[in-house]
């Protein structure tokens, strides 16, 4: 379904529910993260683009002008209903509604208070897939608010608004990767993002030989929780032990001499983020060069280093890994990686436009064949950043 199929399906099913048309429709796509994993919180870089799957809102003021508004997604079975005249604070942890509610917390907090409103969410990012369909949602949000008040945000401060609402009300203590390619993300372009400085910048990738091919695994392990805290520690005392502010900030040769120092999980962990930054740099210079091969070895060595020296991959990841590289250069694939946080989710590969259909199947039943599992796959050119359909 393209852009304006959601759209058009939006604006039915809130006509269906709220009985009468939309006044307002508004975009925001989901990400895939190409390269730069578990960089954000050491100050590296990331490389996202925006992918051709969205969240839309349909929205009207309320029909008997109350100060209330009324949220609803097609996902999911619970709409919630906010009473403007009172404070905002979050529903129960795990409520979807919590990512909207937070963002219209922050607009409220810069003078922006809506009227009330009747809205209903709809989307084709799939839903904790590690395709960021709470950035999409918190950021089509923000862009609703935006239309609604009539004010035009600043897009760093609308995407820090979005990852203020992430953290503060659905408690979820996110980087500013997935809210800054939802607002910015151009068109034929991908975005290499420091993290550090926050400053985008967008490398053009138009060449239609080129896809991008998405690989939903389907599997999301359930772990103790302590994943990722305990890695983030893990960066801190490396960079700690080495004398710097950041990982982003140590090099390999910094890092071999302070080996000695090092408990060796903690060596593996630096050893990942400082190589990881490093490739960052490197597949955005290869991108920038229509290099696709060297993209793609990079992205294979990303994946290997998550595997073997941060330790978040998974067998189902790693099997669509070696399922791609099965078929290899002469198959069309380029490259291929586990994307996100880990332990499931998505893989991203690179490969040739004119093969995918040949490397979809080949992955699809292979993966089926070991795991019993249907994975999905689709293909994304790189997607514009939230827009504003009706206003
Ligand atoms: P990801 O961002 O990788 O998809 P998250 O766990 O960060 O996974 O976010 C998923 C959560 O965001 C969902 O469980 C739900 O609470 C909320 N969400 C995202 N999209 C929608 C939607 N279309 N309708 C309702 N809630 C949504
Ligand atoms: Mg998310």
Request: contains cysteine; proline residues 5%; aromatic residues 6%.
């Amino acid at each position: 379904m393209n852009l304006n199929d959601v759209a058009r399906q939006t604006a039915a099913e809130f006509a269906k529910l709220y009985g009468r048309e939309p006044k307002w429709l508004v975009a925001a796509p989901g990400r895939v993260n190409l390269i730069g994993e578990h960089t954000d919180y050491n100050d590296g870089y990331v490389f996202p683009m925006a992918i051709e799957r969205y969240t839309v809102i349909a929205a009207a003021p309320t029909a008997n002008g109350s100060n209330t508004v009324r949220l609803a997604s097609t996902a999911m079975a619970r709409a919630v209903a906010l009473d403007l005249t009172k404070p905002l604070t979050p529903f129960p942890k795990g409520t979807w509604a919590n990512y909207p509610t937070g963002v219209i917390a922050g607009f409220i907090a810069r003078g922006l208070k809506p009227s009330g409103f009747d809205a209903l969410v709809n989307s084709t990012v799939p839903l904790g897939g590690g395709l960021s369909s709470s950035a999409a949602l918190e950021v089509a949000t923000a862009t609703l608010l935006e239309v609604i008040t009539g004010t035009k945000l600043d897009p760093v401060e609308k995407a820090l608004l979005c990852q203020k609402a992430e953290h503060e009300y659905a408690s979820m203590p996110c980087g500013i990767m997935d809210q800054f390619i939802s607002v910015m993300a151009r068109e034929n372009h991908v975005m290499l993002l420091d993290c550090r400085s926050r400053v985008p910048e967008l490398v053009p990738m138009s060449d239609p030989a080129v896809a991008v091919l998405i690989i939903n695994t389907n599997v999301k392990h359930e772990l103790t929780g302590s994943e990722y805290p305990t890695r983030r520690k893990q960066c801190e005392a490396a960079a700690a032990a080495m004398g710097v502010a950041a990982l982003r900030d140590a090099t390999a040769a910094m890092l071999e001499s302070a080996k000695a120092r090092l408990d060796p999980v903690v060596f593996k962990r630096a050893r990942h983020v400082i190589g990881e930054i490093d490739r960052t740099l490197r597949a955005a210079a290869a991108v920038r060069a229509a290099d696709w091969a060297e993209m793609g070895r990079l992205m294979y060595a990303s994946h290997y280093s998550l595997r073997d020296d941060y330790e978040v991959s998974c067998a189902e990841l790693d099997l669509v890994v070696e399922l791609a590289k099965e078929i290899g250069l002469q198959g069309g694939v380029y490259g291929c990686r586990m994307t996100g946080g880990g332990f499931g989710g998505c893989c991203v590969a690179l490969v040739r436009t004119a093969e995918v259909e040949a490397i979809s199947n080949r992955i699809m039943s292979g993966y089926k064949q070991v795991t019993g599992i249907e994975p999905t796959l689709f293909v994304s050119r790189p997607a514009a950043g939230a827009t504003v359909l009706k206003a």
